[in-house]
């Protein structure tokens, strides 16, 4: 959430660059980790099917986020960008604290 508010606050090009590459490459390795989680969480029955609606889920997510936030853009205009963004930051570091803890050893 840090890269994502140095980003919006600081109106320069290069420190724009950085911050989002950095951000792509803090996030980019979620997914496979939520999987992981998902899968020392859970009873191996579960495991294909669990896997296959998450994502399911993340796909119809990553279908209907786009455009119901550029809905919202078109009507408000650019601005509102950033703080969507933020946003759903937030509640993806708000989920991924709600999971248990798990311990390092495999059982």
């Known amino acids: 959430m840090a890269l994502e508010l140095l980003f919006w606050l600081v109106p320069q090009f290069y420190v724009s660059a950085v ?6 490459f803090f996030l980019g390795p979620l997914f496979p980790a939520a999987v ?3 899968t ?4 191996k029955h579960l495991h294909v099917s669990s896997i296959g ?12 986020f786009p455009y119901a936030v550029g ?5 408000k205009g650019v601005k509102v960008l950033q703080p969507i ?3 759903l ?3 993806i570091w708000l ?13």
């Open 95 to 107: 989920l991924w604290l709600m999971l248990p803890r798990m311990n390092r050893k495999r059982e």
């Open 36 to 38: 992981v989680a998902c």
């Open 89 to 91: 930051l937030a509640v």
């Open 85 to 87: 963004v933020l946003a």
């Open 19 to 24: 911050a989002v590459a950095f951000q792509g």
């Open 71 to 75: 809905a919202i853009a078109q009507a």
């Open 40 to 43: 020392k969480l859970l009873p």
């Open 53 to 64: 609606f998450a994502a399911a889920f993340g796909g119809s997510g990553g279908a209907l």
